[in-house]
């Protein structure tokens, strides 16, 4: 998205999970017990071993019931609780075996992918489905695995995040006041922590702080928690009032990997909305202290992933939060502070049923077609197109399936950007998309690579593991292109040697210093054999098929129209219908244009040799 556009995704629910952005933009490693048999296909490459060893798997896990629970979902507090109790029970019961799958009154979505899942020879097919008709049932089932009970504190809202981390370190149901008075008597469960008014402000000045500073001492600096996941999931300041659920029935994930959990603002130089009167800076200086523990904690042996995104009302200009930060800005200051402590981010992840459950399916090497198809250059306007943005979970798990089933995909060529890493929480989604590309479909990263971060504010020293880091990822997905990489600064000579070593085949950019709001175009050339071109951001909102039109004619005029000319055009969340009708309006009103739409390995493979003569002199910025 443009510097100051705006994208905004709709949840089922009614919520604005607005991708503001240029860009627009875990981590233990999975449990073998359960598997999956992939939707094996040209596309999807295994070797008889492991057709063997999924089926075997796949017949191991038939053999085990799959316990479903659905949601309430009804815009209540009460609805918020049992979201709440729901998700930790399901983390621990999901933490060894893929045992228990929630559904929804009001999202259809979890149910799409328990049907796609459950047939044509993919991992969940023949699984004996079981209702749990109440929480009784599901504590009944959690067994000796749940220890006991951590009640928040609704006065301090930040305090279900604690009672999050809590419930996971120490395998706990966090739970409301409302919810512990009625369940716990039955139940006959300890109360592990007790919140309700532990935290007065006394350390920090506020309430807020001094709770996560705790969680800090008692759980990060004692390496308690995952180092490989953060959960950026906003807190209880106004979405329990009106049973708003999107990043609290993902805490599954967060109880099943251990991690921590937390909502704090990026700017250090103004409050934010939900604690006005707090010590200015004071939300970024705790923001620092975890993220330096989870550095310290991760010793330098692996990235780590916060998953989650800013609250908007709170941390950006919103209609209900008049702020000097746009939301934006805002996601990229968060990435900017992030990256240098070796965390990058999967940025939207609120609405996301089951990842406890998804991330257990055994993962096979994906493949795809990736055939350059080179040929003479001609004194054309070459296009590539970039669907853009599945590069976090939301966007894989609930926007890519709408447009992915157009019928009209597969009749033009587009790569589609979804980043590597996502294979963590979702390798069973993932196998699917690969495992019904057709041949004009190619799959590779989006921001910026195996995760969201700024090339530009990785620490020098931190280059070897950031390049292990995608290579295995890469690898694994098999993409060779980083088609959007998000920055301040143009690549220098080290991010462009670290990138050549897992995206050699191609790197595609947006440039932009969004605190001076200085940056340009990074200028086509080639470095040592990968090509390097700038990600076209003019249409990425799509305000209609001639609208787009213009926009895409006008950004070719703009930057100088030459023939032969390589246009790299990134369009968001926007149906392949759209796109095939937004290029025949382009082909028609603008024939001056002499347009020829290419996938990206021939788009790349043919501007390597258009500019590889040319790379050989130093490049004007």
């Known amino acids: 998205m443009g510097t100051g556009s705006v994208n905004c995704m709709i949840t089922i629910d009614g919520r604005c999970a607005c991708r503001q952005r240029i860009s627009g933009r875990l981590i233990q490693r999975l449990s073998l017990s359960i598997a999956l048999l992939l939707a094996i296909t040209s596309s999807v490459n295994a070797d008889q071993t492991d057709h063997a060893a999924a089926k075997s798997a796949a017949r191991t896990a038939a053999a085990q019931p799959l316990y479903k629970y659905t949601l309430t979902q009804d815009g209540t507090p009460a609805s918020y ?3 709440l109790a729901v998700a930790c029970l399901q983390g621990l019961i999901n933490r060894d075996t893929p045992s228990v799958y929630v559904l929804s009154k009001r999202n259809a979505r979890p149910q799409y992918w328990l049907d796609i899942l459950s047939k044509q020879g993919r991992w969940l097919e023949g699984r004996e489905v079981r209702p749990l008709n109440d929480l009784g049932a599901l504590v009944k089932l959690a067994g000796k695995r749940l220890k006991g009970a951590v009640i928040w504190d609704p006065a301090v809202p930040a305090t279900i995040n604690v009672a999050t981390t809590i419930a996971g370190v120490e395998d706990g149901v966090a739970l409301s006041p409302e919810f512990a008075n009625r369940y716990l008597p039955a139940w006959q469960l300890p ?13 920090t000045g506020s309430k807020k702080n001094d709770a996560y500073r705790w969680a800090i001492r008692e759980y990060l ?8 996941l953060l959960c950026l999931y906003e807190d209880a300041f106004t979405t329990r009032a009106r049973g708003d659920i999107g990043y609290v029935l993902t805490r599954d994930w967060a109880v099943k990997n251990r991690s921590f959990v937390f909502d704090l603002s990026p ?3 103004e409050q934010p909305a939900d604690d ?4 200015l800076g004071l939300d970024l200086e705790t923001y620092k202290l975890i993220l330096a523990e989870i550095r310290r904690a991760a010793a330098g042996k692996h990235l780590t992933e916060m998953t989650g995104f800013f609250a908007f009302s709170k941390y950006a200009n919103m209609p ?3 702020s000097s930060h746009e939301p934006v800005p805002t996601e990229w200051e968060t990435v900017y502070l992030i990256t240098p402590y070796n965390a990058y981010q999967n940025t939207v992840s609120s609405d996301c049923f089951n990842q406890s459950l998804h991330s257990h399916v055994k993962r ?6 990736r055939t350059a198809h080179k040929r003479p250059i001609e004194n054309k306007t070459y296009l590539c197109i970039l669907m853009a943005d599945y590069d976090s979970a939301t966007p894989l798990y609930d926007t890519l399936p709408r447009l992915w089933d157009d019928p009209q995909r597969g009749k033009t060529p587009f790569v589609w950007g979804i980043n590597p890493n996502l294979v963590e929480t979702y390798p069973d989604l993932i196998a699917y998309f690969y495992s019904t590309l057709t041949p004009a479909d190619t799959i590779e990263a989006d921001a910026s690579a195996a995760g969201y971060f700024n090339p530009s504010r990785v620490r020098p020293e931190s280059w070897p593991l950031f390049i292990k880091h995608n290579q295995t990822f890469f690898r694994e997905a098999d993409q060779t292109i980083a088609p959007m990489v998000l920055d301040w600064e143009w690549p220098n000579d080290a991010v462009k040697d670290a990138f050549r070593q897992f995206s050699p085949d191609g790197y595609g950019t947006i440039v932009d210093d969004m605190h001076t709001h200085t940056g340009g175009p990074v200028q086509p050339h080639v470095w040592k054999g990968m090509p390097i071109i700038e990600l076209i951001n003019d249409a990425n909102e799509f305000p209609g098929v001639q609208k787009t039109a213009d926009i895409v004619a006008n950004a070719i005029q703009t930057r100088g129209h030459h023939k032969p000319g390589f246009y790299f055009v990134r369009i968001v969340w926007t149906s392949p219908t759209q796109v095939r009708d937004m290029l ?4 028609k009103q603008y024939p001056e244009l002499n347009l020829e739409v290419l996938d990206v390995h021939t788009f790349f493979a043919m501007f390597k040799d258009f500019y590889g003569q040319a790379s050989k002199t130093p490049v004007k910025k």
């Open 364 to 369: 096979l090497p994906l493949r795809q077609n």
């Open 320 to 322: 209900d939060h008049k």
């Open 221 to 228: 600096a004692k390496d308690r928690c995952s180092s490989h």
């Open 584 to 587: 025949e309006t382009l082909r």
């Open 191 to 203: 109360v592990l922590h007790d919140l309700r008014g532990r935290f007065t402000g006394a350390e």
């Open 267 to 269: 700017w250090g130089d």
């Open 276 to 279: 006005p009167g707090q010590r």
């Open 81 to 83: 609780d049992e979201s």
